[in-house]
């Protein structure tokens, strides 16, 4: 079993910056065999893919609307991964779900095997 923890959500103005931070555990949990992604959900909406980041950190994968101001990277040392959000909109604000797969999570998979509990971001304008 995998346990995904999420923080660093948050209130932040238009044009403002926040790091949402992911820490993996589990009892034979080994962070390098698993990929993991940050996927979004807007009230009202349906959950969509955000970011994504293989198992060592080489390959990485977002969604068009957040290429340029996001980025995804992690942190084998600490079992962490985390999300730069910069120049962020207020249609940004949703609740940001942390996920993890032995498979690479990719926009076109769209899922993956654990999810944390999510971390609420909103922007306002």
């Known amino acids: 079993q995998v346990q995904l923890v999420e923080s660093g959500g948050g209130l932040v103005q238009a044009g403002g910056s926040l790091r949402l931070s992911c820490a993996a555990s589990?009892?034979?949990?080994?962070?390098?065999?698993?990929?993991m992604g940050w996927f979004r959900q807007a009230p009202g909406k349906e959950r969509e893919f955000v970011a994504a980041?293989?198992?060592?950190?080489?390959?990485?994968y977002y969604t068009d609307s957040v290429k340029g101001r996001f980025t995804i990277s992690r942190d084998s040392a600490r079992n962490t991964v985390y999300l730069q959000m910069n120049s962020l909109k207020p249609e940004d604000t949703a609740v940001y779900y942390c996920?993890?797969?032995?498979?690479?999570?990719?926009?076109?998979?769209?899922?993956?095997?654990?999810w944390g509990q999510g971390t609420q971001v909103t922007v306002s304008s």
């Open positions: 996920a993890a797969d032995t498979m690479q999570i990719t926009p076109s998979t769209g899922t993956a095997r654990y």
């Open positions: 589990g009892r034979t949990f080994i962070f390098s065999t698993y990929t």
């Open positions: 980041i293989s198992w060592g950190g080489k390959n990485t």
